[in-house]
């Protein structure tokens, strides 16, 4: 196969706009997939089972079911029942509250690594319960599972393409549309560069900052 530079220029502009919906996704997806495992992660620690064990069922049903079947019921069977949402606003939300689940076993990660002793300082100054989890567990247990929360953002970079199975075209979608049509493959090459890109040095500054709060931990 020659290489075309022509065939090239010509997707650029599909390409631009495929790389904007990839990175709304991302960074709206994440977003929801940070504050909802948060959520999810204290609701399984409150003292009443009526909130543990719904939140509990909820997030090992969403964890243990693809995401791609996910996508296809927010987008074709919810409207049903309610409003229907545009396709990248379904993406957004399927990739958030797919991966909240598993930001939520991170956050519980970082919680259970408190020490016992800063819970019990905390009860020692009577400090109301919600102070105690803003002010001394929260910042604590965030500190320590930044690296792993980063790691799960180059995941749903990379499972971002599925959003196009619904219709929002990120890059992979654009790429395939403007193959089948020119039948080249260049575009698939510049995506899948467009890819390297973005996760590499994503990946190269979660490690730097893992290593900058093990030396300050």
Same mark, same amino acid.
């Given at each position: 196969m020659n290489w075309d530079w022509e065939i090239v220029n010509?997707?650029?502009?599909?390409? #631009?706009?495929?790389?904007?919906?990839? @990175?709304?996704?991302l960074v709206l997806g994440s977003l929801i997939a940070f504050g909802l495992g948060l959520v999810w992660a204290m609701a399984?620690?409150?003292?009443?089972?009526?909130?543990r064990w719904p939140v509990t069922a909820l997030t090992e049903f969403v964890r243990n079911t693809p995401l791609l079947v996910q996508l296809f019921f927010l987008y074709y069977?919810?409207?049903? #029942?309610?409003?229907?949402?545009?396709? @990248?606003?379904?993406?957004?939300?399927?990739l958030g509250l797919h991966y909240s689940t598993y930001t939520a076993e991170v956050y519980r990660a970082g919680i259970d690594g408190v020490p016992v002793g800063q819970w019990e300082a905390a009860?020692?100054?009577s400090?109301?319960?919600?102070?105690?989890w803003v002010a001394v567990i929260l910042p604590q247990a965030i500190r320590r599972v930044v690296p792993a929360l980063g790691n799960y953002v180059i995941a749903m970079l990379k499972d971002s393409p599925m959003i196009a199975v619904i219709g929002a075209m990120e890059m992979l979608g654009?790429?395939?549309n403007f193959s089948n049509t020119t039948f080249t493959t260049e575009a698939y090459t510049i995506v899948g560069i467009a890819f390297l890109v973005i996760a590499y040095p994503a990946s190269l500054l979660i490690r730097v900052l893992e290593r900058r709060l093990a030396l300050t931990s």
């Open positions: 010509d997707f650029m502009p599909s390409f #631009w706009d495929g790389v904007l919906v990839t @990175l709304q996704a399984q620690r409150a003292p009443f089972a009526w909130v069977v919810v409207p049903e #029942w309610g409003p229907s949402m545009s396709a @990248l606003t379904t993406g957004i939300i399927g009860t020692a100054l400090l109301p319960r919600v102070r105690t654009e790429a395939e």
